[in-house]
């Protein structure tokens, strides 16, 4: 499986950007995917994850402003992210559950909200 996201950029407090992650090789074996971010000194996150019937969760920062969704036809998922704030800046990724807790992760795209 190779992931790619992009989308990323610097955006002021409030703006949007909407992130996307095309996914190529053996799909049929992914049912959640998810986006994850990471602020250099600290720990990997969990933002968003999508089932594979559409089934969603949100970490409680975040609830509300971004939205993950996914479009099995292009092999891509999504993030809109909304109302950002400077607590958003950070790399973001796409993964697997399944790949993250193995540690197996490739190039995220970074998000930098500032004025």
């Known amino acids: 499986v190779q992931l790619q996201a992009s989308g990323g950029g610097l955006v002021q407090p409030g703006g949007s950007l909407r992130l996307s992650c095309i996914i190529s090789?053996?799909?049929?074996?992914?049912?959640?995917m998810g986006w994850y971010r990471q602020v250099p000194g600290k720990q990997r996150e969990l933002v968003a994850l999508?089932?594979?019937?559409?089934?969603?969760n949100y970490a409680d920062s975040v609830k509300g402003r971004f939205t993950i969704t996914r479009d099995n036809a292009k092999n891509t998922i999504y993030l809109q992210m909304n109302s950002l704030k400077p607590e958003d800046t950070a790399v973001y990724y796409c993964?697997?559950?399944?790949?993250?807790?193995?540690?197996?992760w490739g190039q995220g795209t970074l998000v930098t909200v500032s004025s």
């Open positions: 999508i089932s594979d019937s559409g089934v969603t």
């Open positions: 090789g053996n799909i049929f074996s992914i049912n959640h």
């Open positions: 993964n697997t559950p399944i790949r993250a807790s193995s540690g197996v």
